[in-house]
């Protein structure tokens, strides 16, 4: 038989555990399967095998972040700790180093040698 869910929810899960809706009749074994169109949550995964969503919206929700502290001019460094942003710096000289070096050494960087001065530097290789 296809009927309509009781308390006419989706399906949340309560402070001791319970779930209500969809969710809690499939949990409790009232209701064999649900179809809807559900949002995929790591505690409804948990609580009830669902299977690959059939359409992705691509919508989002935004929420205005508290923006009560001061903010600084670096706060754009913040997703990262120092020590990341410090790794990513060495990364990048250390990579720059190497393209200089095998530039520099490379026979064929330069097709023609006598009419082309070589020009590349290290500054060349951080771009």
Same mark, same amino acid.
């Given at each position: 038989?296809? +009927?309509?869910?009781?308390? =006419?929810?989706? @399906? +949340?899960?309560?402070?001791? #555990?319970?779930?209500? *809706?969809?969710? *809690? %009749?499939?949990? +409790?074994? %009232? =209701? ?8 995929? &949550? ?6 009830? @095998?669902? &299977?690959? !969503?059939?359409?992705? $919206? #691509?919508?989002?929700?935004?929420? +205005? ?5 001061? $903010? ?11 020590? &990341?942003?410090? @790794? ?5 000289? @250390?990579? /720059? ?5 095998? /530039?520099?050494?490379? !026979?064929? %960087?330069?097709?023609? !040698? ?14």
């Amino acid at each position: 038989n296809v +009927r309509l869910v009781k308390d =006419a929810s989706y @399906g +949340r899960q309560d402070e001791n #555990g319970n779930w209500n *809706g969809m969710i *809690g %009749e499939v949990v +409790r074994g %009232e =209701a064999d399967l649900a179809i809807a169109p559900l949002t995929l &949550t790591a505690a409804r995964e948990k609580a009830v @095998g669902m &299977t690959k !969503p059939f359409m992705q $919206t #691509g919508i989002s929700i935004l929420l +205005r972040k508290d923006i009560s502290d001061a $903010t600084g001019f670096f706060d754009f460094l913040s997703p990262f700790t120092a020590e &990341t942003w410090v @790794g990513i710096l060495i990364a990048y000289l @250390g990579t /720059a180093a190497c393209i200089f070096i095998v /530039a520099r050494l490379s !026979p064929c %960087e330069w097709s023609q !040698p006598q009419s082309e001065p070589n020009r590349f530097s290290l500054l060349h290789s951080l771009w």
